[in-house]
């Protein structure tokens, strides 16, 4: 189990121009973006016990941010 952060600058770091601009220019992008980095934090927090969870919440969590992960990917090859 990795505590590194995954934030998305650093997940994807030749395409922090175009998530800026995508950001500002779509909704849809923003709303992704946005949900990616509350439940990364939240995996993150459970991942260093901060704020720890039950194991199949915090793998439920990982999911998902894989699941919102793919997506953002997806925006970015467009």
């Known amino acids: 189990m990795s505590h590194t952060p ?3 600058a650093e997940e994807f770091p030749e395409y922090v121009e175009k998530m800026s601009a995508l950001k500002q220019a779509d909704a849809h992008f923003a709303k992704l973006f946005d949900s990616y980095h509350e439940i990364n934090r ?3 927090r459970a991942e260093t016990n ?3 969870m039950d194991s199949l919440a915090e793998t ?3 999911k998902k941010r894989g699941a919102l992960k793919d997506e953002i990917w997806s925006y ?3």
């Open 76 to 78: 970015l090859q467009k």
């Open 6 to 8: 995954h934030e998305l």
């Open 50 to 52: 901060v704020e720890p």
């Open 42 to 44: 939240t995996v993150h």
């Open 60 to 62: 439920d969590l990982r």
